[in-house]
């Protein structure tokens, strides 16, 4: 994925920090409250590209399931727009 928008980055910390602390994901309701998505629609189109980025990657069917790639955790490490 060439470019990651902000809210984009606030996702993928947000799961990073959640699965962190409890191993497991967040439903696409929990994860957008947590990001200010008022639509569990836009949050699910945000994963999906994401996923398409190969930034998550799924081991099932629901978004509970979603881990970051190698890649997503090398971007957080690096300073927003560097």
Do not use: Y
Not at 23 to 40: D, F, H
Not at 57 to 74: D, F, M, Y
Request: glycine fraction near 8%; avoid cysteine; charged fraction near 20%.
């Amino acid at each position: 994925m060439n470019k990651v928008t902000a809210r984009q980055r606030l996702i993928l910390q947000t799961l990073l920090d959640h699965l962190a602390a409890h191993g497991a994901g967040l439903t696409v309701r929990e994860l957008g409250a947590r990001v200010g998505l008022s639509s569990s629609s836009s949050t699910s189109h945000q994963l999906h590209r994401l996923e398409k980025g190969r930034l998550l990657t799924r081991s099932g069917k629901e978004w509970t399931t979603a881990t970051l790639t190698s890649s997503a955790i090398k971007l957080l490490a690096r300073a927003p727009g560097a």
